[in-house]
């Protein structure tokens, strides 16, 4: 069992990764940072799908984690 949860820690980790390379570098705080234009241009069609994925990327990593700590 915890090999299992190891290997899918692993892909999730890797996915997690990609999604958060894979997003415009002015999203998010880098705008804050000196990134990114001065206007507020709202998420729309492939960015929020990749945004929200992003989110469950995240959150299946954390549960797995806790997950792992009772196997």
Do not use: D, P
């Amino acid at each position: 069992m915890q090999e299992a949860v190891q290997i899918f820690q692993v892909i999730i980790s890797i996915l997690l990764i990609l999604s958060i390379l894979s997003q415009q570098r002015s999203a998010g705080l880098s705008a804050t940072f000196g990134g990114g234009g001065g206007f507020h241009v709202s998420k729309r069609g492939a960015e929020k799908i990749l945004f929200r994925m992003t989110i469950v990327f995240a959150l299946l990593f954390v549960g797995s984690s806790i997950l792992y700590l009772f196997v």
